[in-house]
């Protein structure tokens, strides 16, 4: 039985805020730490590749298709859309972070 899977193509805004976050980790935590941290993320956010519905839809994002989803990571949501053909990663933000930037995401463009 074959697997209905999709292509996980990340958005720059969301390799940005990656870097900055491992950036603020490393020094906060160390280099180790940062490096667990950001290793743990990539297993999950690959694993949407084929379990894209598991999370929940983001709330603050609601369609009638349930296309914006977010994984709960920590103190971190990775916020994603799901279309036809892939899995766009758009952004990785603090949960501390108000609605306004949440909302924001849907104009966030991938390649």
């Given at each position: 039985?074959?697997?209905?899977?999709?292509?996980?193509?990340?958005?720059?805004?969301?390799?940005?805020?990656?870097?900055?976050?491992?950036?603020?980790?490393?020094?906060?935590?160390?280099?180790?730490?940062?490096?667990?941290?950001?290793?743990?993320?990539?297993?999950?956010?690959d694993e949407?590749?084929?379990?894209?519905?598991?999370?929940?839809?983001?709330?603050?994002?609601?369609?009638?298709?349930?296309?914006?989803?977010?994984?709960?990571?920590?103190?971190?949501?990775?916020?994603?859309?799901?279309?036809?053909?892939?899995?766009e990663?758009?952004t990785?933000?603090?949960?501390?972070?108000?609605?306004?930037?949440?909302k924001?995401?849907?104009?966030?463009?991938?390649?």
């Amino acid at each position: 039985m074959e697997k209905n899977t999709k292509k996980i193509v990340r958005s720059d805004i969301f390799k940005q805020k990656r870097r900055e976050t491992y950036n603020y980790g490393a020094e906060a935590f160390g280099e180790f730490l940062a490096d667990i941290f950001m290793d743990r993320l990539e297993k999950i956010i690959d694993e949407l590749e084929y379990q894209y519905n598991l999370h929940p839809e983001c709330k603050h994002l609601p369609t009638k298709g349930k296309i914006y989803r977010n994984i709960i990571f920590g103190k971190y949501l990775v916020i994603y859309r799901i279309t036809p053909e892939k899995v766009e990663i758009l952004t990785l933000l603090h949960s501390s972070r108000s609605v306004k930037k949440i909302k924001a995401v849907r104009s966030i463009k991938t390649v």
